[in-house]
Antibody, heavy 116, light 107 residues
Framework: QVQLQESGPGLVKPSETLSLTCTVS?????????WGWIRQPPGKGLEWIGS???????YYNPSLKSRVTISVDTSKNQFSLKLSSVTAADTAVYYC?????????WGQGTLVTVSS | EIVLTQSPGTLSLSPGERATLSCRAS???????LAWYQQKPGQAPRLLIY???SRATGIPDRFSGSGSGTDFTLTISRLEPEDFAVYYC????????FGQGTKLEIK
């Protein structure tokens, strides 16, 4: 069974960089698929942030592209998200997911609050 | 960017009734690359339907999807108590965008 688990700080200061890691179990990232990040502000809908292939090729939501970096560490079976220059508008539950265009396996999500 | 508009925003029905949820795209979704997800409070979304009409693994057959082009529908034939949740559509034909969600609540 494929499982994903997000980890990282739950509180980030404005203007700083949000950093999260997704650890995958039950499936080797090196075997294929894209791996994505999605976020959901409290009480609101879902927004795709970006995705990475096991080879390291990435693509991002154009609205966030200038601030997003996604990377992969196949040796640890993990992929990571960095979002720079955060503001209160970046407060959200952040999910990682396995992606075959659609998202078939999701992590439980982690709430990141941007506040001083 | 393809914008997905879901209607209604909230749907109030009773267990045993039929639910019909709509998702309209601002431009045609290629190859029916349209998925539906169910999300319950405090949980991650769960994939229900992909390719507009194919059920994901383990999804009961009371859930069905239909549509093509710009108009898509999720139908739940007979509502069970566990079906009351928020439902999102997502297109994956051109980047990835989600609808704003339809909340299915108990009447």
């Amino acid at each position: 069974q494929v499982q994903l688990q997000e980890s990282g700080p739950g509180l980030v200061k404005p203007s700083e960089t949000l950093s999260l890691t997704c650890t995958v179990s039950g499936y080797s990232i090196s075997s294929g698929y894209y791996w994505g990040w999605i976020r959901q502000p409290p009480g609101k809908g879902l927004e795709w942030i970006g995705s990475i292939y096991h080879s390291g090729s990435t693509y991002y939501n154009p609205s966030l592209k200038s601030r997003v970096t996604i990377s992969v560490d196949t040796s640890k079976n993990q992929f990571s998200l960095k979002l720079s220059s955060v503001t209160a508008a970046d407060t959200a539950v952040y999910y990682c997911a396995r992606q075959i265009h659609l998202f078939d396996y999701w992590g439980q999500g982690t709430l990141v609050t941007v506040s001083s | 960017e393809i914008v997905l508009t879901q209607s209604p925003g909230t749907l109030s029905l009773s267990p045993g009734e039929r639910a019909t949820l709509s998702c309209r795209a601002s431009q045609s979704v290629s190859s029916s690359y349209l998925a539906w997800y169910q999300q319950k409070p405090g949980q991650a979304p769960r994939l229900l339907i992909y390719g507009a009409s194919s059920r994901a693994t383990g999804i009961p057959d009371r859930f069905s999807g239909s549509g093509s082009g710009t108009d898509f529908t999720l139908t739940i034939s007979r509502l069970e108590p566990e079906d009351f949740a928020v439902y999102y559509c997502q297109q994956y034909g051109s980047a990835y965008t989600f609808g704003q969600g339809t909340k299915l609540e108990i009447k």
